[in-house]
C-alpha cells in the first residue's frame, strides 16, 4: 500500500497503517498524518507532501468553520429582516384601518344631505 510516498514501514516504531475505518474521520487522518510527518522527520526524509496535506487539511477546516460563521450571520440577517418586515406591514395596515375609520366617521358627519334636527328647527 502506498501511502504519501511510504511503502511500508521501515522499522517497528512506526505507526500501523490504519483500515479504511479509522481514516474515515478527518481528526484521525490528520492525527495519522501528524504521526507519519514527525517519522519522516526522524529518519531523514523529505516531509514536503505531509506538510502539504496537513496545511490543506488545517486549511479545509479552518474554510469550513468561517463558512459556517457566514452562514449563521446571514441566517440571523435574515430572521431580523423578516421580522423587521413584518412589524413594518402590521403597523402599515394598522395605519391604514385607522385612516379609513377616521375618513368614514368624518364622512357621515359631514355629509351635505343630512340636517341635523337642531339646526332644521333653528332655520324655520
Do not use: W
Not at 488545517?58 to 457566514?70: D, V
Amino acid at each position: 500500500m502506498t501511502l504519501l510516498g511510504i511503502d511500508k514501514p521501515t522499522n517497528t516504531t512506526q505507526v500501523k497503517l490504519p483500515d479504511e475505518k479509522d481514516l474515515s474521520n478527518c481528526d484521525r487522518r490528520r492525527e495519522y498524518l501528524e504521526i507519519l510527518l514527525c517519522q519522516k522527520v526522524q529518519t531523514g526524509e523529505d516531509p514536503a507532501l505531509c506538510e502539504k496535506v496537513l496545511k490543506y487539511l488545517y486549511f479545509s477546516l479552518y474554510q469550513q468553520n468561517i463558512h459556517r460563521i457566514a452562514v449563521q450571520r446571514e441566517k440571523d440577517k435574515s430572521v431580523f429582516a423578516t421580522v423587521q418586515q413584518v412589524f413594518i406591514t402590521s403597523f402599515a395596515i394598522l395605519g391604514m384601518f385607522a385612516f379609513l375609520a377616521a375618513a368614514s366617521n368624518k364622512s357621515v358627519v359631514r355629509s351635505p344631505g343630512v340636517i341635523p334636527p337642531a339646526i332644521e328647527r333653528q332655520a324655520n
